[in-house]
């Protein structure tokens, strides 16, 4: 019987990376903006592609495109505030608004007539829907949903993600192909500082588009501040209940302290799959990461997917009648006490603490 090989390792999947990636230079992040309204996560990218082409003694380059004249100059100039050292200003008429064929075809462009080495998007719903058409169209890897990015050695990009359902972490390598490509999600990174006077360089791009040749048909643009959805990711306070709240109805208690504090409120996954509350409240590794100043957790056990969403915040309150719950091991303060009687009780205090104006708003 033949003796089983050795695992693979990193050493020997490395191929010599092949002659025509050898100019693959530069640290590139895609900056996503609709009509002049950018994404904060392209800001957070900002800052960790500085870290990352810092390390590799080369440029960060922020990729801004859309139509002509439709905010992309003032985004170009603010991602230098960020950090960029140069910004790809890729205008055409037909990336006057997103779609998946015509921004992936400029993307790919772009990155063949540059050749970056590292190339970052936001996992948001545009990015991770960019991102999968542009890694495919150039043939290269890409890592999705990533906690953490870093520079090995030898200068790959060791991106790194959880797996096994969140309870281990893995770090994957585009080892033999270029750019290399990963998401992270709003929120994961820190927001770096802005620096007012900050300036870069700005390079032109003209892509070759046509109307004609793009089947996606826009019919109607309806910007995301008209719509409803909650502002979670980015609230400074956020209250959140999970399954010991035992029903829908108490939910209400939640939202409750949520409105005294001018809070968004969030939950853990099973109150989704319930049906208590709707997804775009869940709060972890499927569903939001968050970083808020205060968080709040009633009734949640503190599982693993849920502590990756959560651990970002500047002090975790964590209210469960068991002591021994997970959560306790990562909360600032801990209350061993049941929720359901707490959070009534916690909201009338911080009414109590309301002006007379502020409450008159809150009854309105
Ligand atoms: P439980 O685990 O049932 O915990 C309820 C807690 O409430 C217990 O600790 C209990 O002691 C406490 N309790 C009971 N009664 C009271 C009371 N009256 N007052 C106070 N405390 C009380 N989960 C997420 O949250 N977000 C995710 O994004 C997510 N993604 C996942 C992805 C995958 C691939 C998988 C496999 C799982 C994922 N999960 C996620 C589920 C996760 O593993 C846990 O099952 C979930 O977080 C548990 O939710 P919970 O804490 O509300 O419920």
């Known amino acids: 019987m033949s003796p089983t090989p050795p695992p693979a390792t990193r050493a020997s999947a490395k191929k010599e990376l092949p002659e025509h990636f050898r100019g693959y230079k530069h640290v590139w992040v895609c900056v996503e903006q609709e009509r002049g309204d950018v994404h904060p996560v392209s800001w957070e990218l900002l800052g960790e592609g500085r870290k990352l082409a810092d390390k590799l003694g080369v440029e960060l380059g922020a990729v801004v495109l859309g139509g002509p004249g439709e905010g992309t100059k003032e985004a170009a100039a603010e991602a230098f505030r960020f950090g960029a050292d140069v910004a790809?200003?890729?205008?055409?008429?037909?990336?006057?608004?997103?779609?998946?064929?015509?921004?992936a075809k400029a993307v790919t462009q772009l990155v063949n007539a540059y050749k970056p080495e590292i190339l970052l998007l936001g996992a948001t719903n545009l990015g991770r829907d960019l991102a999968g058409s542009v890694a495919t169209t150039l043939l290269t890897?890409?890592?999705?949903?990533?906690?953490?990015?870093?520079?090995?050695?030898?200068?790959?990009l060791a991106a790194t993600r959880p797996t096994f359902g969140g309870s281990l972490l893995c770090?994957?390598?585009?080892?033999?192909?270029?750019p290399q490509m990963a998401t992270v999600r709003p929120r994961v990174m820190p927001m770096p500082e802005r620096v007012a006077d900050r300036v870069g360089r700005v390079v032109p791009f003209t892509p070759d588009l046509d109307e004609d040749s793009i089947i996606t048909k826009l019919l109607r643009f309806i910007p995301d501040r008209d719509s409803n959805k909650s502002n979670l990711a980015f609230a400074d306070v956020v209250v959140a209940g999970g399954m010991g709240l035992q029903s829908a109805e108490n939910f209400q208690l939640v939202k409750n302290l949520a409105s005294v504090l001018g809070a968004e409120y969030g939950c853990s996954r099973p109150v989704v799959q319930k049906g208590w509350l709707p997804a775009?409240?869940?709060?972890?590794?499927?569903?939001k990461t968050i970083r808020p100043k205060l968080y709040i957790a009633a009734g949640i056990s503190g599982a693993i997917q849920h502590r990756v969403g959560v651990e970002g915040a500047d002090c975790i309150v964590a209210i469960n009648t068991d002591k021994n719950a997970p959560i306790f091991d990562f909360a600032h303060i801990g209350i061993a006490t049941d929720a359901i009687r707490l959070l009534p009780a916690l909201t009338e205090a911080f009414r109590a603490r309301l002006s007379p104006h502020q409450r008159d708003r809150l009854a309105g």
């Open 280 to 287: 775009e409240r869940q709060i972890g590794q499927t569903g």
């Open 171 to 178: 770090t994957i390598y585009t080892l033999n192909y270029r």
């Open 141 to 156: 890897g890409l890592t999705a949903d990533c906690t953490e990015l870093a520079v090995d050695a030898d200068g790959s």
């Open 88 to 103: 790809y200003l890729v205008e055409h008429p037909v990336l006057t608004d997103y779609r998946n064929e015509s921004y």
